[in-house]
């Protein structure tokens, strides 16, 4: 191979060099730019137009108790809502604890293993947990659907879902002793919203 042969090979290998650098560079300042992006607003009237369809498969007596809630408690509901972007058209609200109770164990397995990544992974998807077919609403009972249960149903929601994501930041950063203090505050969610709307599971009437 000649001289002008041997310039014109490195010439194109140097060529080659710059456009790989310059690409790996683009990809990550992509990256850190999505990274330091704010999230993206909620469409708050694509959502109004989910609980419409919501509202459309309920009963006549669940329509009539959810119409009567105030703007305020629609809109407490309308946010709550928007932390979710998973909906099921088919799973009931039991199907949607069992996956969260799947999520709230391999946080726990993830933290007690030192593996920050699964308790961050689980704590994220728990946190945006499915919504069941139709939304929360129908699984109480129609005298339970008021302001009221609505102005205790946010509080429970952020002790939960917003503890959740603060747990994931927390072992994300490295720091397992304050996942786990979140992983106990959301754990007081959870029986607290237990107790506050479900009652013991298989609890039945008909024993003396």
Do not use: W
């Not at 290998?13 to 909620?42: D, I, Y």
């Not at 007690?112 to 077919?133: M, S, V």
């Not at 994501?165 to 996942?179: I, V």
């Amino acid at each position: 191979m000649n001289t002008t042969e041997n310039r014109s090979k490195a010439k194109s290998t140097k060529n080659k060099l710059r456009h790989f650098v310059a690409a790996s560079l683009l990809l990550s300042c992509g990256a850190v730019m999505a990274e330091q992006a704010p999230p993206a607003k909620p469409d708050m009237a694509a959502l109004q137009k989910v609980m419409q369809q919501q509202i459309g498969l309920m009963t006549p007596e669940m329509q009539k108790q959810v119409k009567a809630l105030s703007p305020e408690s629609k809109a407490a509901l309308l946010k709550i809502y928007s932390q979710h972007t998973r909906r099921s058209d088919t799973i009931t609200l039991r199907q949607v604890m069992h996956e969260v109770l799947s999520d709230y164990q391999s946080i726990a397995t993830g933290l007690l293993t030192d593996n920050a990544e699964q308790a961050a992974g689980a704590a994220r998807r728990l946190a945006n947990h499915r919504l069941p077919r139709g939304g929360l609403l129908p699984y109480f009972k129609p005298e339970q659907v008021n302001d009221e249960m609505v102005s205790v149903l946010v509080p429970f929601n952020d002790s939960v879902e917003g503890n959740a994501l603060r747990l994931a930041e927390a072992a994300e950063n490295g720091d397992l002793m304050k996942a786990s203090d979140y992983f106990s505050k959301v754990t007081d969610g959870c029986m607290a919203c237990h107790a506050t709307f479900r009652g013991v599971p298989g609890k039945t009437p008909y024993l003396r």
